[in-house]
């Protein structure tokens, strides 16, 4: 009998165990060891034991162990072990794999100085398969190679070969006993005994060894002779049971496991009803675990982890192998699993001890109901503590076993971490505790009770268990968590205040009470009423100031309160009471249950209360509602489930008896023999195909040959884009963008220049043709350059893929695109992701379908994650099992459907969306056939036949009676009118509209059916008994019925085609329907089957959704919404009204509530209009200008504000530049098919509009149009259990669809949660999906997650779309990227100021007289030019011009435009850019991230900082400057030996000729644009060195040198940070001389002349982006006129070309011509050219040592410098066959100040005037807070005719300006004059002069010197000085009060503060 030592407590025994598990629990940092009592009870070999025996040594140990244990142990059965590995149910066991120490069975030490490694025999072999497998090993005769598991080696499998004389034969049999084997690695041979041999080959058993346990598996070999694992050895004999009643006590057959359906054993409890008579007839392939618990890994190869003992539960049928008998393992993860709870968590908190069946008393228990799956007789070692209650809808495993408390969550599967292993511990029975279900419980009653766990422990139930059903729907709602405080108040409860158990008993006899006779207990109804009545108690105990046991009732009281309430509900619910267990109230509920007459009236509810004063109040609810009970079984199953128990039952034939209740029709008329009478009556004749009534009969050949005309109104296939979908694209561009700009490197759009992607679909064949279809018409692969023109049609199927199994091969090939194409950006479209969100690995070890896991294998797997060209975007009408605690989408990445707040004023034919709210609302409008309908007639007659066939799912009654209902409403409509009585209305009227339709119109067209039958078998069934009769009928040519199976394409009958292509005019031979949109007009009947609609668009010519199959088993949101889903389209406006009027109406709205609008006929019917009557959206649908595209999107721009906005800014100033406002969008789709709204869509949420919205309802409008053109809401026929979740507000119900669980794959975090209001909008549900619900463990998601919300990873390229169902998401996101792919073509063009050059008309003959062809300048010709004086740059058009010779010819018409347009918008023009181009930040590429990035192992404190000081003549003092040099750039520099102290910057010699450097230094100021400034200029300079230096101003150098940590900056002093660009040019210019006076006494030391070191420097603005080369074409023939051909080129060529020029240094600023787009087109000038220069110029510091730079300038600083340098007769040269692009940078650089009052006074002021910038000094002026340098500027520009009226206009007499140019507007000319001696000045001779300013003269100009010129009368003057004094002194020392006259109101200050240094001016008359 096995060990001597069995069941009894040795003592040394239980030291060691005692021992090893104090040790391995100091050890184990992960897994609870493995309790002593099961390693010392639960050894798999012990005999059963006597309850004596256990008793008292138990009862010592229990209070001091068992405290311990239950604490953090728990009963594990998360795992259900795969197919093949599933041997014996209870003989795995021994293999717990625990991290403590396994207790060795008492075996021989191995011998001295022998091996005993695991998984090598004693002779140190290595005897493990996965070394083996190539070896050809020697087998003698007779003996076969099998493979035994060691207990520590779970992963691996040992090779022994073994007489098979001792192995069994294919049945289990014939196995001598014994044992024969030898050892493979050493070649040993003749082993006697098993024992002997398991010691040799180190198995190291816990148990005494058997062969049975541990030779487990056949090794067979390949074809390619591998040795591998192959079938089960089938150790046990596979007997067939005869009955229940006399059911053996033996062990399950594993082989024959689920598929041997024993009488008793129904899956989900449901008994079979028949007898099994030969089980063996099931092969073992179709074998799993006795209870699969589904999605779980076989964690026997995981050695953390306790392997479950396995649940021996009644078996299930032979299609239904897996889980609906088990609790789902998921539910167990998570303690709130929203109706699938976890029944580990549903007893009360305190230890109570798991019991073992005591034993040979307690078999009589179990004879009643065990059969094949029964324990065994020989040992009770508690085998299920996979099912501590039993595992819901299913038969309780007996022996009973009693359910453990635990506080924590149970954790089940793939982490092994979370595992705590199962506890179970022998403990004696009170006889009270335990139930024995009554025999034929089910047969007797009719009803399978359902018992809700309450609170407390359940007995253990025994006998006939199978009748009876555990639920934990409730037991979450009664653990009230523990809450922070912040949750309090969320809630608003106190701490102190949460229910008592007897509050809770009370509450939920009221809720029963309440629930009524149709519906069932939900759990998210029943957990706000305890939330509500927990608020309650707080505000009472506020209010009252008593704690709370004042509220709690006394146990006296409980009853009596209990049963006063019970009274009240109509004999539905009742109380039993009881004093010391819940298992005598449960036995007398069962037992009264047996004895009731199947007449008498039960109760709906049982709630079952123990009074125990020990174990304090415990209840439970028996539910024995007829209806109810059913419904809570069948709702525990999953989709998956409930279809696999369906098909099972079909297979069986358990269905036999309900199909043979349908033969008969309701007269009892033979069904299939009236068809036959009636098809013999008709003869070869049909009823007429169309045009003709049902009576008219012509023969089959002519009805086959009648021909439909064309349909010149048909709607054919041209789709558009509508405003709703663009503004989403926009959205969700507007998203990437932001992802693009978040700085966490995720994406960068500037790599990338094309866009590609893949659509992936679940499996539904017409799902992937609608998609191509779409890709298609949407021409998206042509606008995106993936295909030509001619192929798209052909190549559309590749961009789309199914999730099926040859997905892995495709999806390898464009992953394989994505890493070969790095500067594509690939979008992955996840369409209907919320469809299959299995893990990959819970769907390969449970062994589900298929296709299971497979979206998370692609979506999820590691290429995609870390693919950085790879955007996912996932997109649903159901996303919420997308958005919970774990989701991997960031919050912010979703991007939801636009909701508009007024659908007032659409346009004629726009169409509006009617969605799920939509449906909802229209219930309210009183129409007598509402849209939403619910079959009360077909809802009784379920009713009784469900009382009649207690035995099967209530879908397949539901099914066949559907079936039945619509024959016999086809037979009453056309030849049997009698059973017209018999057929319910709502299935009469809609078939009689499907088949007359046909008959009224010309051409045959009609209605579509569609009927919801998710079961494949049912949906066949249906569709083959509907064709029958309608053959039958003769209306084969009158209407279709038509499959719709995802796993097919559509078939439909070739007269059927043939009519859909004579509607289209469709010519094409092979064309047939691909899509259910092909079959608009078709009359036909579809019946849609499959697990769940994936989102195909049905025509608009569907008008009827039966829905009445979708029931009880729908309760999750996403179930039951994507049902009615089908039904939602675009709806015409006339097809819509607002509610009754009856509504109550506030008075004012009484008022308005008739009246009459366009004509007498037409009624509005206004209710509560919003105040706003504007319209959301307006525009024609055709045009995206005029769709107020261009425009960014309101949503949009509140996202970031407009500065910020990067790569936004880019999408909403110019993604939608290309199209002009008259330019259609292409004709695009969508994914609304032909039946999408024209510009605007409803409002999503129910918010959106008020119930009682506008409508109008013309009256003749709908009689008009033909019925099949205006697009109507379809008709939806729900069952009574979906009709009071989505007609809620009708059938007054507080819930409606959206308050229960959101998805099968999620759990509620939390059983206290606020209420999911309807109104919130689609974001706020996200938010509060997000915190309330968690993955299950089979979920994509459930290993995303971590302790920290910050911890968990979200994947930073991964989108969200989500919109409500057929809204149009597809259309919107092939838009999305349509626009994506312009934008990245955005990011590489550039745009380019765009502006042909100014004065032309009047320029000076300067042009060089030199050939074209050649490169340089000659020195001695361009000093005979003469300067051209005139300014060409077109930026300087509002300036004033200079005046030269030519300009006194030019009469300037005074009409002309007087008011300068300042702001005007320059003209641009995009340009691609080039290899060569100047870059911001945001460019990023792998030649220049090291040039732009630091190395992020290197600190930005490596750049250094120094101080360079030198003195300024100019300034009078001395400056200090300060360089930032990265260390990388130190070589540029020259520091002092000691110190590191700056000394100089090297500059080259004249003479060096490097062609791979750039001798000048560059110099770049820039202000304002950190991000924007075109700073990087690797690729202008392709790649040479050379030495660039940012200028910047001292508060800005943080930003720069945060964009920029690679360059140098120069650092202008403080006193300069309110400078303009002109103290920036000349602090570089005074440096640059400053270091080359040092660079030459450097050199000089080193003996280089003075003359020899380089003067020149580089100084270019931040906005320079390209530079072209022009050279000039050879004269053709055909033309007389020369062009001139531009490449682009880079910036080192420009220079280098330049650094080359002869005679260099006798220039003193040489530059180059900016571009425009008519230089090519124009006779090329001559080369070169004496004439201004601006933003990019050589200047020769040491030439022009003594002109200086304005520094106080703001504007025209550069003109100034020209005119100076010129007028001291050095040599400025342009080179005309070079041009500069400047980019249009809308951000920083040399931008006005915004001038505001120094001190506000008031917030809103009006805005500062330019003549406002001045005042009389000592006024009371605004003092303003500006530079007085910008001011004077500004007010120049602007105060023309008040300072110099007589010049404006007046070009030939000029205003005066002596050594300055300032900008005094555009009317008036100034000629500059030089006061330096020998300066080089403009004839002025005989020229009268308008005026004379003076601006901070020096010393050089005296009064004789102007004298010299003569001035009009009545000439103004204008002179400006520093300071008052200053302006006294100089029209003293000028003389000026001879010849001008002043007053002195005439004297003014900048408007500026003493402290602010205002200026001074005085203006005069010329006398």
Known sequence: MGNSYAGQLKSARFEEALHN??????????????????????????????????????????????????????????????????????????????????????????????????????????????????????????????????????????????????????????????????????????????????????????????????????????????????????????????????????????????????????????????????????????????????????????????????????????????????????????????????????????????????????????????????????????????????????????????????????????????????????????????????????????????????????????????????????VNCYKIPHLENKDLDIFGLTGSQLLSVENMIILTIQYLVRLGPDKIPLREEFEQIMLKAMQEFTVREQSLQMSAQYISLSPTQLPWLARLIASVSQDMVHVVVTQNSLAEGISETLRSLTEMKRQQKLPDYVVAICTSKIRGNEFCVVVLGQYQSRALAESMLTTSEFLKEISYELITGKVSFLASHFKNTSLGDELDKLLEIMQQRRGDNVVIPFNGDVNECISSQDAADMVSTQELDFETETFQIYQPQLTVARKLLSQVCAIADSGNQSLDLGHFSKVDFIVVVPRSEVLVQQTIQRIRQSGVLVDLGLEENGAAYQRAEKYVVRLDNEIQTKFEIFMKRVKQNPYTLFVLVHDNAHVDLTSAISSSLSHGEPSHGLADRVINCREVLEAFNLLVLQVSSFPYALQTLQSRISSSNEVHWIQFSNMEDLGRDEKLYFGLNEYGKSLQWGITSPLLRCDETFEKMVYTLLERYPRLHSMVIRCYLLIQQYLEALMALTTMASLRDHSTPETLSIMDDIITSPGKDKSGRGHMLVIRIPSVQLAMLAKERLQEARDKLGLQYRFEIILGNPASELTVAKHFVKRLKAWRGNDQEDWFPHTYQDLEGLPCIVVLTGKDPLGETFPRSLKYCDLRLIDSSYLTRTALEQEVGLACCYVSKEAIRGPIVALDLSEKDQEKASVFENDAEELLIDLERPQSNSSAVTGTSGSIAENGVSSSSATDKSQKPPVSLNFQNVVNSSVDEGFTAGETLKQECDSLGNQIASSTTSKLSTSSFSISQTFRLPSQSLKECKGLHVALPRVVILSKAAYCFLGSQKSGQQLSSSSLLPHADVSWTSSLRPLLHKDMTSEEQALYYRQWTAARQHHADYGNQSETASGRSFHPRRLLLTGPPQVGKTGSYLQFLRILFRMLIRLLEVDVYDEEAINTNYTEDNEVAQSNTDQWPDVEIISKTAFDLSIHDPKYVFMSPVYTEQLQRIEQEPNKETKTDYSRKRNTVSMMLTKYAAYNTFHHCEQCHQYMDINPSVQMSDSTLHAFTFSSSMLGEEIQLHFIIPKSKESYFVFSKQGKHLESMRLPLVSDKNVNAVKSPIFTPSSGRHEHGLLNLYHAMEGVNHLHLLVVKEYEMPLYRKYWPNHIMLVLPGMFNNAGVGAARFLIKELSYHNLELERNRLEELGVKRQCVWPFIVVMDDSCVLWNCHSVQEQSSQSMDQGTTSKNVSLKSVLQHIEATPKIVHYAILGIQKWNSKLSSRPPKAPFSRCHIHDFILLNIDLTQNVQYDLNRYYCEDVDFNLRTNSSGLLICCFNNFSLMKKHIQVGGQKDFAVKPKIMVSENLTPIMPLQYVCAPDSEHTLLAAPAQFLLEKFLQHATYKLFPKAIHNFKSPVLAIDCYLNIGPEVALCYISSRPHSVNVNCEGVFFSGLLLYLCDSFVGADFLKKFKFLKGATLCVICQDRSSLRQTIVRLELEDEWQFRLRDEFQTANSSDDKPLYFLTGRHI
């Open 21 to 474: 598990s104090i040790e391995a629990s100091l050890r184990c940092n992960s897994v609870v060891p493995r309790p002593i009592f099961s390693q010392l009870y639960l050894d798999p070999d012990q005999p059963s034991f006597s309850l004596e025996d256990v008793k008292p040594k138990v009862e010592e140990l229990d209070k001091e162990l068992m405290h311990r244990y239950t604490q953090n142990g728990s009963l594990d059965f998360s795992s259900s072990q795969t197919v093949n590995e599933m041997d014996e149910d209870e003989d795995d066991e021994d293999m717990s794999d625990s991290s403590s120490p396994p207790i060795p069975y008492a075996q021989k030490p191995a011998p001295e100085g022998s091996c005993t490694t695991d998984g090598f025999c004693q002779a140190g072999k290595d005897l493990r398969l996965i070394s083996l497998c190539m070896e050809q090993i020697d087998v003698p005769p007779g003996f076969l190679l099998v493979g035994a598991k060691s207990p520590n080696l779970p992963e691996h499998i040992l090779v022994c070969a073994v007489d098979k004389r001792f192995l069994p034969d294919d049945h289990g049999k014939n196995a001598l006993l014994g044992f024969s084997g030898n050892c493979i690695g050493c070649g040993e041979k003749g082993f006697r005994y098993f024992t002997e041999f398991s010691n040799h080959i180190n198995l190291k058993l816990t148990t005494q060894p058997k062969k049975q346990k541990h030779l487990k598996y056949y090794l067979v070999r390949s074809a390619q002779g591998v040795l591998s694992k192959g079938p089960l050895i089938c150790w046990k004999e596979c007997r067939s049971r005869q009955s229940s009643a006399v059911s053996h006590s033996a062990k399950p057959n594993p082989s024959a496991s689920p598929s041997t359906t024993p009488e008793s054993g129904a899956a989900n409890g449901y008994k079979a009803g028949f007898t099994q008579t030969d089980s063996s007839i099931f092969r073992p392939a179709q074998s799993s675990s006795a209870v699969n618990l589904s999605g779980m890994q076989d964690l026997s190869r995981n050695k953390n982890i306790v392997k479950p003992i396995a649940l021996p539960v009644q078996l299930v049928g032979k299609t239904f192998a897996t889980s609906p008998l088990s609790l789902r393992s998921s539910d167990v993860g998570s303690g709130n699993n929203g109706g699938r709870t976890s029944v580990m968590n549903s007893t009360v908190s305190r230890p109570v001890p798991h019991s073992m069946s005591p034993g040979p008393s307690s078999m009589s228990g179990e004879q009643a109901s065990m059969t094949s799956s029964g324990p065994p007789k020989k040992r009770h070692r508690g085998w299920s503590p996979g099912s501590p209650v039993p595992p819901p809808a299913l038969v309780l495993p007996v022996p009973a076993i009693r359910p453990l408390p635990r506080t924590e969550p149970v954790l089940s599967a793939p982490v092994p971490q979370s595992m705590l292993p199962g506890i179970l511990q022998p403990q004696p029975i009170p006889a009270g505790e335990t139930v024995i279900v009554p025999e034929n419980l089910l047969n007797n009653s009719g009803v399978r009770p359902v018992i809700l766990i309450g609170y407390g422990t359940l007995p253990y139930f025994y006998g006939n268990v199978g009748d009876i059903v555990v639920s934990p729907l409730l």
